[in-house]
Structure formats: structure tokens, C-alpha cells
């Protein structure tokens, strides 16, 4: 029974009836977090797509209350630098972002692209990217963060800082996985 209805929410994600899904995902965190228990990966699997439809409902109150349990237990569980926790910590830090608490949302770009920096150098710097867009020019969103990579996510930064447009009062755009400053999207910036 759990798996048919696991299917189903999976089928109306997939057809964008987020609403619906969420009412499956959030049926099926329940139950498995009593029967399987709260670490358990059918649990943890229900929390995160509950997260991303979340995310496209723009429910970002309730996405970062959820992925505030995602992450905590996929970084005791899996690590930072995991697909899983990554995907997560993109989720939280738009859902920050849209709640106004861009600090945060910065620290956890920055945490996760430290955690990235030796096994996805790309992915890190996207979301350095996005740190260096929603940072602005006054605040060191490394100063008072623990990192394995200080200097080069230090360096970096600095790097993607200069790229930012200064005078223009315009920024590049930030998406839902980070930002590369200097590449717009009219000059063939992928987004997504």
C-alpha cells in the first residue's frame, strides 16, 4: 500500500500537480517516520520530495522547517558534500532567501561549496556564486565560519566579487543552484 501510493505521488509530481503530491509525501512521512523510524530512507526519501514540492508551491515557511530536519540528519548521515544533502541545502537556502534571512542562506551556500570544493569545483563555485550575489559588497560571508578551504573559497569569492556589477545596480541572475557572476543569461549562462 505504501509503495502504490509512494507511485502516485511520484506520477503527480511528475505531471506538476505539486499540491497533490505534497498531501501523498506528507501522508507517507508520517506513517514512515512511526513504522520505520525517522532516520530510515523510505522517511527520508517522503521528506525530501515533500521539500520539492514544497519548493514549486512556494511554501518557504514550511520548507525551512523541513529542511532544517533534511539536512541536519543527511550531514550525519551522508555528509556535506553528498548529492543528497546538496540538493537539500539548495532547497533551504532558497527558501531562506525568500523568507528575508539571506545571512543564513549565505552561510550555507558558502558551507556547502566548502564541502564541494574538492569533488565538484563547479557546483562550489556556483554557489560561492550565488554567496558573492546575495552578500552584497559589506559582508564577508566567510568571517565567523569554520571551513576546510578558507583560502580558496577566500580567493574565490573575491574573484566572483569583481565580476558582480558595481555601478550598474544590476545583478546577475541567482537561481535555484546558485549563481556565476559575469555570465548572464542573454550572453549563455545556463540556467535552469
Known amino acids: 500500500m505504501l509503495d502504490e501510493l509512494e507511485a502516485e505521488a511520484r506520477s503527480r509530481f511528475e505531471a506538476g500537480e505539486y499540491d497533490h503530491a505534497l498531501a501523498e509525501f506528507s501522508v507517507l512521512r508520517e506513517v514512515r517516520a512511526r513504522r520505520e523510524g525517522p532516520y530510515s530512507v523510505p522517511y527520508l526519501r517522503a521528506l525530501h520530495a515533500s521539500v520539492r514540492c514544497m519548493r514549486f ?82 559582508v564577508d560571508p566567510l568571517d565567523g565560519l569554520t571551513l576546510v578551504h578558507t583560502t580558496e573559497l577566500a580567493a574565490s569569492f573575491t574573484n566572483l566579487r569583481r565580476l558582480l556589477p558595481n555601478d550598474s545596480g544590476a545583478a546577475p541572475s541567482s537561481d535555484f543552484d546558485g549563481a556565476t557572476p559575469g555570465r548572464y543569461p542573454d550572453r549563455g549562462a545556463v540556467s535552469r
Open 57 to 138: 508551491l512556494q511554501l518557504w515557511q514550511d520548507t525551512d522547517l523541513l529542511c532544517q530536519e533534511l539536512h541536519g540528519k543527511y550531514v550525519r548521515t551522508h555528509g556535506r558534500g553528498e548529492a543528497d544533502t546538496v540538493d537539500v541545502a539548495k532547497h533551504w537556502a532558497w527558501a531562506l532567501l525568500h523568507l528575508d534571512a539571506v545571512n543564513a542562506a549565505v552561510a550555507l551556500y558558502v558551507r556547502t561549496a566548502d564541502a564541494l570544493w574538492d569533488c565538484d569545483r563547479p557546483t562550489a563555485r556556483r554557489l560561492l556564486g550565488a554567496a558573492a550575489v546575495h552578500a552584497g559588497s559589506t
